[in-house]
């Protein structure tokens, strides 16, 4: 299993950035993905999940009505569209997969099976 992320760069607050995560070589019907993001001397904190149960979506609090998550099956792709974004959202954002069906948190990393390498975002203000 293999995902890539890209999409990172630096931005001004209030500008708008669209992370894509390829995922490859696996082939569960109940899997979740998750972007996820670490800033410098923080935990890693979940930011927003698409399961493939009925493709619901989830948001954490201080992304809620800024970023959206989607998926492209036929490229085997999700997308974190970010918009307004602010200087708190500077981060290495990554995404990942779990597989089969799940009940718990989507928000905290331990159940997660594969990640990817990380993108940079900077938000300068």
């Known amino acids: 299993v293999q995902l890539v992320e890209s999409g990172g760069g630096l931005v001004q607050a209030g500008g708008s950035l669209r992370l894509s995560c390829v995922v490859s070589?696996?082939?569960?019907?109940?899997?979740?993905i998750t972007w996820f993001r670490q800033a410098p001397g923080k935990e890693r904190e979940g930011v927003s999940c698409i399961s493939s149960k009925d493709g619901s979506t989830y948001y954490t609090d201080s992304v809620k009505g800024r970023f959206t998550i989607s998926s492209d099956n036929a490229k085997n792709t999700v997308y974190l569209q970010m918009n307004s974004l602010e200087p708190e959202d500077t981060a290495v954002y990554y995404c990942?997969?779990?597989?089969?069906?799940?009940?718990?948190?989507?928000?905290?990393?331990?159940?997660?099976?594969?990640w990817g390498q990380g993108t940079q975002v900077t938000v300068s203000s």
């Open positions: 990942a997969a779990l597989m089969g069906d799940y009940s718990g948190s989507y928000f905290s990393p331990i159940p997660y099976d594969y």
């Open positions: 070589g696996f082939t569960y019907e109940d899997h979740a």
